[in-house]
């Protein structure tokens, strides 16, 4: 009797783990592969800038890969920061850049879930694909906002401070400020944003722009403030100034209309969180938005 030869496929060992300095080079081309209308060296300037950002002890640099026999199959990069709200420090997690190849796609969980091990931190989805939605909020993320409000700033109405002064984050303002502040401010420079102080007697008050473009007109995005009422008390310096790079419009988050601001309030894609603490409005600082401009 001839015996029946049996062709069993043994699975490839597959394993997640950190991502090391060493991944870089093959971890670009990985993200390159599944971002095929993004080039390679969008990605580049992006590694780079996590390579050399604070990050909290004990968490990734980067985010974290799936290994198959040796070879990067799938990625999720993970921005940790602290934040820091009236003195009191808390972590906050931004996933961006998730890709599996499509024959490894059912171990997406392994990638996932890291960013969600932690209840400590805050994770935020600030930009969900549409068809992703109901996944999303199924899986416990909260809606914090569901819309902008595009502004003509230098339409608003003028400070009531007495003095008043718009200076780059560069300069130490001479009044009271967070130092924490004046740390965010200057590392969301080095990654290309407009960092600026509004300065009066009273205080210092910080504000993170990041240079974004519509077909082909120039405009601004608010990444961070104290709160959504300081861009509104001081829109109109803060326009003038912004206007010097012909950014006379301001894209902010919000929930609907903002009185005292001249503009249109849009319905657009929802931000998320889960964890404990809810994300301010106006705070976008240490995402892939305000980082790389996504």
């Not at 300095?21 to 390159?32: G, K, Q, S, Y």
């Not at 800038?49 to 604070?54: A, K, T």
């Not at 820091?84 to 599996?100: E, F, M, P, Q």
Request: aromatic share 12%; proline share 8%; charged share 25%.
């Amino acid at each position: 009797m001839q015996g029946t030869r049996i062709n069993a496929r043994i699975p490839n060992r597959v394993r997640p783990r950190e991502i090391g300095e060493a991944d870089i080079p093959e971890l670009v081309d990985l993200l390159a592969r599944g971002y095929a209308f993004l080039p390679r060296e969008f990605w580049q300037p992006i590694i780079a800038g996590l390579s050399r950002r604070s990050v909290p002890a004990g968490f990734p640099r980067y985010g974290y890969v799936i290994e198959s026999d040796g070879r990067l199959v799938g990625a999720i990069i993970l921005i940790f920061s602290t934040i820091w709200t009236d003195g009191k420090a808390s972590i906050r997690c931004n996933g961006s850049s998730l890709y599996i190849d499509p024959a490894f796609r059912i171990y997406a969980p392994l990638l996932t879930s890291r960013a969600l091990k932690d209840k400590g931190v805050t994770v935020l989805n600030i930009t969900p694909a549409p068809h992703t939605l109901k996944m999303v909020e199924a899986s416990g993320f909260t809606k914090y906002s569901d819309g902008t409000f595009a502004a003509i700033p230098i339409f608003s109405r003028n400070p009531k401070a007495r003095r008043l002064q718009v200076i780059s984050a560069h300069d130490e303002p001479d009044a009271p400020f967070d130092p924490h502040d004046r740390e965010l401010l200057l590392e969301h420079a080095e990654f290309g944003c407009t960092s600026l102080w509004c300065v009066t007697d009273k205080q210092a008050y910080p504000f993170v722009f990041r240079s974004r473009s519509r077909k082909r007109l120039p405009y601004a995005q608010l990444v961070y403030c104290l709160g959504v009422e300081d861009f509104v008390q001081f829109a109109r310096p803060i326009g003038l100034h912004l206007a010097r790079k012909l950014q006379f419009v301001v894209v902010l988050d919000a929930n609907g209309t903002l009185p005292g601001l001249f503009g249109k309030y849009v319905r657009t894609r929802p931000r998320y969180f889960l964890g404990p603490d809810r994300p301010r409005i106006g705070d976008l600082a240490y995402t892939e938005t305000a980082l790389f401009g996504i």
